[in-house]
């Protein structure tokens, strides 16, 4: 499908050719019909894509924050940090409509066929979650209803200024935005006077003006009734909202819409008892990953007017004919010219807004090129399936396994945004970019997939490839529930010859190997593993439980596993605990104390915190038996203290990643035998799942209950 987007230092958009996303739970995919420009938005949007390097490293907190990467991880770290390979293009536009193609698991509102509006991006197909799709009703333009989104910005920023029939609001910027204010207050019955400097956008309207004097010297403005002034303007003088203040009637609401600095004067507020309310895009709901994510809706009782309900107020407006649109589109143009209107928003005759149209017949397709079809034995070389393109795949793995050219070959990539697995495509120059995973999965040509998606797709992409008869490479975790384990386990034992390969890259760490050959001849019997790791914010996808199951399942699990490995036996029983926040009756899962006692009768305490001093290493890990003490930080530092020797060593291959994945090629080929048992890669997964379920219980929790 075609793609309108902006390359990081290339300040004109480009199509780009990327795989058709798929719908996850509680999306859909829409095919666009029509999508609409937002002008200020995306112009800000591509001057941010070309901010220079020199610019960013001006600032002083990336060139402390550079300081610190330069310490801990050297200047490989830095310059990655500096030129990302992995970033992604910019998306543009977020006001479209179209028509539902196909619908993902437990969407229950729409169905194949219905028209709809949604916040997709300029592209012809585009994935979005129920609650930001509406559909349109009958009897409606289409090309209209491309505006819901950008109406319903609108919408909620007058629904903020609590105007009724009859009010007086003065709305400052008539940008796309502006004129959409003004029109929803006129339909509500509120004397509206408009302002901006472009007289283009004033012209034959009445009581709209290009300055606020002309307003106020043509007696349209009384600082004594203006209810409410709703700024839509995007500026980076601090004039709009010094303006908004001198109208403003006492106890007025000054609504911000738009991007402008707040240096707002605490007299002016004082005097007047002013209200600053700013609006946060098209209404609640807007950036929670609860109801954009997950598709939780608000019930209608507590939040009466969500951004998905905006939306259908918007569309019921345009049904009745209560507002009109035709004459703010001042053109429209196919889809495939779009990257050439972009300048028309710089000139002097800059457009109000730009419709772009959409083939209509083209049906979704892609075309894959034919690869050497020959097998390992063939070639010795084991050709591999990628599924997910995000961070993880292109910094850490691929550049892996392009080291590894010799060993494998990676065949295709797929994700279910589409745009990511063609960047990784380019950037790796892989082949072949899926739309979807089965079709890596169900490929003649691979013979191994590594799942490198979000976490709660893992057990379901692990159960698939086992019944296609692929090897699999699965990031960890395996699985964030006891019941997808047993779910892998049949389709295990129903396959010819499973092979499962989970990426705990840190036993394969050469400080690792180093510390595990001392163990041989004196077995550890204690270990204590102390993460100091970055806050993530709570809504951060790792965060959730249903998409990434917590940081325990996601990242502490590497402790578990380690700790197994070390001790050559198997987790029996857990327990976990995190600190209480009593005043907000909240469990500080960022703050974490685990437990483990293993079969053999040894122990592991976990430690994971992101409250630390950054300045700490990463992971410390000390390991205690028989007289002997050895403390490793990031696989790198080691001290061993043998009797009254006190020696250190230093490592500098890292965590294990390429030691892990030539470990799992290796045994794919045959020529080695899987490092993990099933019932070892079971019982680490558990006990992870029972950390994260059974924090704070206040007792033991058996692996094998």
């Excluded at 089965?438 to 976490?455: G, K, R």
Aim: aromatic content about 8%; glycine content about 6%; overall charge negative.
């Amino acid at each position: 499908m075609k793609q309108l987007v902006v390359e990081r230092n290339n300040p004109v958009p480009v199509i780009w050719d990327t795989p058709i996303p798929q719908p996850g739970p509680n999306e859909v995919l829409v095919r666009n019909y029509y999508s609409v420009v937002s002008s200020g938005t995306e112009l800000a949007s591509i001057e941010s894509a070309n901010k220079s390097v020199t610019d960013k490293l001006q600032d002083s907190s990336n060139i402390s924050k550079g300081l610190d990467l330069l310490k801990k991880e050297g200047l490989g770290a830095v310059i990655d940090a500096v030129f990302p390979k992995n970033i992604l293009p910019l998306q543009l536009g977020y006001s479209s409509c179209g028509e539902v193609i196909q619908a993902g698991k437990d969407v229950k509102d729409f169905h194949v066929g219905d028209k709809v509006v949604s916040n997709g991006s300029h592209a012809e197909y585009v994935t979005v979650n129920q609650n930001l799709c509406s559909r349109i009703p009958e009897n409606t333009s289409e090309k209209e209803a491309a505006f819901t989104v950008l109406g319903s910005i609108a919408l909620h920023g007058l629904r903020l200024s609590e105007t009724t029939l009859g009010s007086t609001i003065v709305v400052i910027g008539l940008g796309i935005v502006g004129q959409l204010v003004c029109r929803l207050a006129e339909a509500q019955g509120c004397e509206v006077i408009g302002v901006d400097p472009d007289e283009k956008r004033t012209l034959n309207r009445k009581n709209f003006y290009t300055s606020i004097d002309d307003a106020i010297n043509d007696k349209s403005i009384n600082s004594e009734n203006v209810d409410a002034v709703i700024i839509t303007a995007a500026s980076s003088s601090n004039e709009p909202i010094e303006v908004a203040t001198r109208i403003a009637r006492n106890k007025a609401k000054i609504v911000v819409v738009g991007d402008i600095p707040l240096n707002i004067s605490r007299n002016d507020f004082y005097y007047k008892e002013l209200e600053l309310v700013v609006s946060k895009s098209y209404g609640p709901g807007r950036y929670d990953k609860q109801y954009e994510v997950l598709g939780n809706d608000y019930p209608i009782e507590h939040v009466r007017w969500t951004e998905n309900r905006n939306f259908s107020a918007f569309l019921q407006l345009l049904q009745t004919n209560q507002i009109s649109l035709s004459d703010m589109i001042t053109e429209e143009i196919d889809f495939i010219n779009a990257p050439s209107i972009y300048e028309k928003f710089e000139s002097a005759d800059k457009p109000l807004s730009i419709v772009l149209r959409y083939e209509l017949n083209n049906e979704p397709k892609i075309d894959f090129e034919k690869t050497d079809t020959s097998t390992p034995s063939s070639n010795g070389k084991i050709k591999l399936g990628i599924i997910g393109a995000g961070n993880f795949a292109s910094t850490t793995i691929l550049p892996i396994l392009r080291e590894l050219k010799r060993e494998c070959e990676v065949i295709g990539v797929a994700s279910s945004g589409g745009l990511s697995a063609e960047v990784l495509s380019r950037n790796f120059k892989i082949k072949n970019k899926y739309s979807t995973e089965s079709e890596i999965i169900d490929s003649e040509e691979i013979d191994a997939v590594f799942i490198l998606t979000q976490h709660h797709n893992h057990a379901e992409l692990v159960i698939k490839a086992v019944n296609a008869g692929k090897a699999v490479y699965v990031e960890k975790p395996l699985a964030l529930e006891v019941g997808s384990l047993i779910e892998i386990e049949e389709a295990m034992y129903n396959a010819e010859n499973a092979k499962i390969f989970v990426g705990f890259n840190r036993r394969f760490a050469e400080a690792t190997q180093f510390v595990k050959s001392k163990l041989n001849n004196t077995p550890a019997n204690s270990i204590n593993f102390r993460f100091s790791v970055p806050a993530l914010d709570k809504d951060h996808w790792t965060n959730i439980k249903e998409i990434g199951g917590g940081r325990i399942v996601g990242e502490a699990v590497h402790a578990i596993d380690l700790a197994s490995y070390l001790f050559d036996s198997l987790p029996q029983s857990i327990s976990a605990s995190s600190p209480l926040d009593k005043e907000n009756d909240v469990a500080l899962d960022n703050q974490v104390f685990i437990n483990i006692n293993f079969a053999n009768g040894s122990h592991a305490a976990i430690q994971y915190f992101s409250e630390t001093n950054q300045s700490l290493a990463k992971e410390r890990i000390e390991i205690h038996g028989g007289g002997n003490s050895y403390i490793m930080e990031d696989f790198q530092m080691l001290r061993y203290l043998e009797e009254s020797d006190d020696k250190s060593k230093v490592f500098s291959k890292g965590k294990g990643h390429k030691e892990s994945i030539q470990a799992f090629l290796t045994y794919v080929k045959g020529e080695s035998n899987n490092p993990y048992t099933w019932l070892e890669l079971k019982s680490v997964a558990k006990a992870a799942i029972y950390s994260q379920n059974y924090m704070n219980s206040g007792s033991q929790h058996s692996i094998f209950s």
